[in-house]
């Protein structure tokens, strides 16, 4: 494979074929954003649904946040829409737009790709119950992790890969950054090739974040995970520096002790459910052209 593609295919990027939903929840206010992409020349419309919680979700059919100015903007706007706002907890943040996820676009007799992370893991809960209770029937799950694959048994979910069932009809996963067009830097959790292969794979792509995931550009704020082969990998390691396409402006840097984050917690070499290593990219300034 070319040498440009260590970057390319673990930098999350959407295909035309298919549609991304970005799920956004505000912890400090009573109100929540719900961007719906379908086109990039699609108008927008607006609605609102009312949830058991309170919180309001609005849908706007657009890929690029343009139209209402940078999705940090919506945030920002989000956050002052009520001074009585309630706060709610990162884990019920979590849990409620899981279970959205889950209500809204999955069905009996789909086949359905389960992501990785503390967010993903309450879309599985819900997907769980559901399956227990017999309101969704005759469902496929596709796991992208073995800490995923783990849960999702625990609640008896039907589960295949690809090699059985290469298209799904949708996924759902988190991301760790996502900029004003949509692009998305995942694998922070260490699942990140799974997840690629997965995902791309969706007609419909569940991305659920919460304000702090939203970034101008991406590149500072989050470094890109690459995994590579252990073979050799210091080699690849200084490759990936010098890559053409990265004009130097990254520092390539082994993740050591848990695959699961990108902070060193150990002094033996991070190893994924593949058997692979993990290179995380540090860059000092925004990526000029995320989808280059």
């Known amino acids: 494979p070319r040498s440009c593609e260590f970057v390319e295919t673990h930098q999350m990027m959407m295909s035309t074929s298919s549609s991304l939903v970005l799920l956004l929840l505000s912890a400090t206010t009573t109100s929540a954003r719900y961007l719906r992409p379908v086109t990039k020349t699609a108008a927008t419309s607006r609605f609102a649904h009312n949830l058991p919680s309170g919180l309001r979700f609005y849908e706007n059919n657009l890929v690029r946040a343009s139209s209402f100015g940078s999705l940090n903007k919506l945030a920002t706007q989000s956050r002052s829409v009520s001074a009585r706002a309630t ?13 959205k996820a889950i209500d809204d676009y999955v069905r009996s007799g789909m086949v359905v790709g389960l992501g990785t992370g503390s967010t993903a893991a309450m879309a599985v809960e819900r997907l769980g119950e559901l399956w227990k209770s017999g309101e969704i029937k005759d469902i496929i799950a596709i796991p992208t992790s073995e800490r995923t694959r783990e849960q999702a048994e625990s609640y008896g979910i039907p589960l295949a890969t690809l090699d059985t069932h290469p298209d799904l009809d949708v996924a759902i996963d988190g991301a760790d950054e996502v900029d004003p067009d949509l692009n998305l830097v995942k694998g922070g959790g260490g699942a990140l090739l799974r997840e ?6 969706a007609k419909k792509f569940i ?27 210091e080699h690849t390691r200084k490759a990936i520096e010098q890559l053409p396409s990265l ?22 070499i991070a190893v994924t459910d593949n058997g692979n290593y993990i290179v995380d990219l540090f860059f000092d300034k925004p990526l000029p052209n995320a989808e280059k």
Do not use: H, W
């Open 87 to 99: 706060t709610l907890s990162q884990d019920e943040l979590k849990r409620m737009v899981g279970y």
């Open 196 to 201: 690629k292969m997965v995902e791309a794979r």
């Open 207 to 233: 991305v659920i974040v919460d304000e702090s995931k939203l970034t101008d550009a991406l590149g500072p704020g989050f470094p890109v995970p690459v995994e590579i082969t252990p073979f050799c990998y």
């Open 247 to 268: 004009e130097g402006a990254a520092k390539a840097v082994l993740r050591m002790g848990s695959s699961s984050n990108n902070q060193p917690d150990g002094d033996n």
